[in-house]
C-alpha cells in the first residue's frame, strides 16, 4: 500500500531572496529531528515490511519493491545508535534520490516542509564529523534542533562502524 502524505508549509520571514533559502523536509527518530533537502525527496510512503537480506550492515533494513524498483532501506534509529526500529504502521519510509540511487529511509514520522535562509544552516560540531560523518549542519527552527543529515553518509555506512568503512577511512 503506497501512502503519500501532504505536509503543511512553515515559511520563515527573511529578508533574503528565494534563491538564498533551503526547501527542508523535517521527520522524527525518537526525539530527535532530522532534516534532508526537499528536492532529494521522491515521496514518502507507509510503513512496507521489507525483506532483509544475508551479510547486510546492521542499518541496512532490508529491500522493497516500489513499483518495479528494488530499493534498499535503511534504518536511520540504528545508523545514529538508537538501536533498531521496532517497525509499526505508524512509521514512513521517506523515499530518496541520492548518488543516482532510489533509497528509503525508515522513520517515525514525516513533521513538514520548512524554507530556511542558507545562512541560517551551522556546521555540524567537529565532534560529530570525525566519528560518524552524518551530519552536514544544524538549524534552529523555534526551539528545535534540525539535524541535517549527509545522506551519501548515511547510505554508504550509515554511522555504522563497518569493515568497509574502516577500510574507507583508513586509506
Given amino acids: 500500500m503506497t ?14 531572496p528565494e534563491s538564498a533559502a533551503r526547501r527542508i523536509v523535517t521527520f522524527k527518530v525518537g526525539d530527535r529531528t532530522f532534516g534532508i533537502d526537499v528536492g532529494m525527496v521522491r515521496e514518502i510512503k507507509g510503513w512496507q515490511a521489507t525483506t532483509p537480506l544475508p551479510h547486510a550492515a546492521p542499518h541496512v533494513r532490508g529491500v522493497l519493491n516500489l513499483r518495479g524498483v528494488i530499493l534498499a532501506v ?12 521496532d517497525a509499526t504502521a505508524t512509521h514512513v519510509i521517506v523515499v530518496v534520490d541520492i548518488e543516482d540511487k532510489v533509497a528509503g529511509l ?10 530556511v535562509p542558507v545562512s541560517a544552516v551551522r556546521p555540524a560540531p567537529d565532534l560529530e564529523r570525525d566519528e560518524h560523518g552524518l551530519i552536514e549542519g544544524l538549524v534552529l527552527l523555534d526551539t528545535d534542533i534540525v539535524a541535517l543529515l549527509d545522506l551519501a553518509a548515511v547510505i554508504r555506512d550509515g554511522g555504522v562502524e563497518t569493515p568497509m568503512a574502516r577500510v574507507a577511512r583508513a586509506s
Fill in 74 to 85: 535503511y534504518d536511520l534509529r540504528t545508523s545514529i545508535g538508537l538501536g533498531t526500529t
Fill in 106 to 115: 525508515l522513520v517515525d514520522s514525516v513533521s513538514d516542509i520548512v524554507d
Fill in 3 to 16: 501512502m503519500t502524505l501532504q505536509l503543511g508549509e512553515k515559511h520563515f520571514s527573511s529578508a533574503q
